[in-house]
Each structure stands twice: as structure tokens, then as C-alpha cells.
């Protein structure tokens, strides 16, 4: 195996972990943020530092999901499944990709408050 396979490998890799690292995040700040509830002061803050971590570290996952991404862009083996399922398989891709930024733009709207109120 060459150096480039390797590369292209481990990018697709990176760019699958970070993207769970994301959602974990996103999903760790809204589970954070529903124990402020009825805590006292000294306890919320703690979680409210927690929720700041959390969001960086999902900032620096989309940094690196976007990176990979664009990696990937350059390195996929072209028709690898026949030029009639490529047709298929790439306009599900553009589908899925519209999905998941609508996602990633749902997912900070919705902590962002959370995290900086």
C-alpha cells in the first residue's frame, strides 16, 4: 500500500470520527444544560464551563469535518460502482450533504443559546 492510499484512508477516518465527536458534543451540551435546573450557583457554573468545552470541541470537530471533507473531494476513486450508479450515488450524496449542513446549522442554533446565556 502507498503513501497516498494510506492518506486517503485516514482522511475518510478523520472525517468520520469527527463527525460523531460533533454530535456528541452537541448532544453532551444539551444533556449538560437540562441538570441547571434547580442546582445551586457553584454547580451550574461548573456545567456552564462544561458547555463552553463542549462547544469549542464541536467547533474544532466541524473545522476538521469541513477539511476532511474537502479532502475527500479530491481523492474518491471515480466510477467505482459503474457510471449509471454513480449518477445515483452522487446525487444522493449532494442530498445528504444539504441535510446534514441543515443539521450542523440546526444543531448550533439550538445550543448556541444554551451555551451562551
Do not use: C
Not at 478523520?14 to 437540562?34: E, K, M, S, T, Y
Not at 462547544?55 to 473545522?63: K, P, R
Amino acid at each position: 500500500m502507498n503513501i497516498r492510499s494510506i492518506a486517503v484512508i485516514l482522511n475518510g477516518f478523520l472525517h468520520d470520527f469527527a463527525a460523531g465527536i460533533w454530535l456528541a458534543a452537541i448532544a453532551a451540551i444539551v444533556l449538560i444544560h437540562r441538570m441547571h435546573g434547580g442546582q445551586p450557583l457553584e454547580i451550574v457554573t461548573v456545567l456552564n464551563s462544561l458547555e463552553r468545552i463542549f462547544f469549542w470541541t464541536s467547533v474544532v470537530a466541524m473545522v476538521v469535518i469541513v477539511a476532511t471533507g474537502a479532502g475527500r473531494t479530491f481523492t474518491y476513486v471515480e466510477n467505482w460502482y459503474g457510471p449509471d450508479a454513480e449518477r445515483v450515488r452522487r446525487r444522493m450524496l449532494i442530498i445528504k450533504h444539504v441535510v446534514l449542513f441543515s443539521a450542523f446549522g440546526a444543531g448550533y442554533l439550538a445550543v448556541y443559546s444554551m451555551v451562551f446565556h
